[in-house]
């Protein structure tokens, strides 16, 4: 059935470093892939998306990166702030218009 | 507009009572989409709908849960005869069509005791 692996579940890094999540997906109709950031008692907030049809997408310090042959997809924080630390939740959308499967997160720590 | 509205934002109930949990969309967004979330998890797909047609379910969910949106703005999510299991954080979601992402609201967290 349609899956999302996500990989690290944890990630620790020093403030000013780099931090890459990756994804896995098990669909190959997939067409959307987007990111989400969830802090304590919130719901999950949209930080940049990707569709099946652009390779890599940048906004500031976030970039995600698509691989579609290999099926996985990812996010890179670059220049990380103690105020990105949360947990970080990649997901795919497996047909047109529904339902988005979820990978099962990473919480990243940027200690300052 | 503020966002998706979820109410309450916290319920504790006891195990065999029945629980109804309201959303409040973007007025503008057709779509609805409810999930469940668990402590470490991502969110879990429920299902969702297009203006008040309910398009999909998940096959995971239990004859126990319906879900309702009867003018295609807010939705209502059901859980009758609840289970310790049903502990989670209810999360309520929409968008503007298919093709954009979702604007989650904050959730309903249940506590089943």
């Known amino acids: 059935g349609e899956n999302v692996e996500q990989h690290p579940s944890t990630l620790s890094v020093q403030e000013g470093d780099s931090a890459v999540i990756k994804c896995t997906y098990s669909?190959?109709?997939?067409?959307?892939f987007p990111w989400y950031k969830q802090e304590l008692g919130k719901g999950p907030q949209l930080i940049i998306d990707?569709?099946?049809?652009?390779g890599e997408k940048k906004d500031q310090r976030i970039a995600v990166t698509l691989n579609k042959t290999a099926k996985h997809f990812s996010l890179h924080i670059t220049e990380t702030q103690p105020e990105d630390s949360a947990v970080y939740f990649c997901?795919?959308?497996?047909?047109?218009?529904?339902?988005?499967?979820f990978g099962q997160g990473t919480e990243l720590s940027v200690k300052p | 507009d503020t966002g998706v509205s979820q109410d309450p934002r916290h319920k504790i109930t006891k195990r065999g009572q029945n629980v109804t949990f309201r959303c409040d969309p973007i007025?503008?967004?057709?779509?609805l989409y409810w999930y469940r979330q668990t402590l470490g998890q991502g969110p879990e797909f429920l299902t969702y709908?297009?203006?008040?047609?309910?398009?999909?379910k998940s096959r995971l969910l239990s004859d126990r849960f319906s879900a309702e949106r009867p003018k295609g703005s807010f939705s209502t999510l059901e859980i009758q005869r609840t289970e310790q299991g049903d502990s989670a954080m209810y999360l309520c979601?929409?968008?503007?069509?298919?093709?954009?992402?979702?604007?989650f609201g904050s959730g309903t967290r249940l506590t089943v005791v």
């Open positions: 990707i569709r099946s049809n652009v």
């Open positions: 997901a795919a959308r497996p047909n047109q218009g529904g339902k988005l499967i």
């Open positions: 669909d190959s109709a997939s067409n959307y």
């Open positions: 007025s503008e967004h057709n779509r």
């Open positions: 709908f297009q203006n008040e047609a309910q398009l999909e």
């Open positions: 979601a929409s968008s503007f069509g298919g093709n954009y992402g979702y604007t």
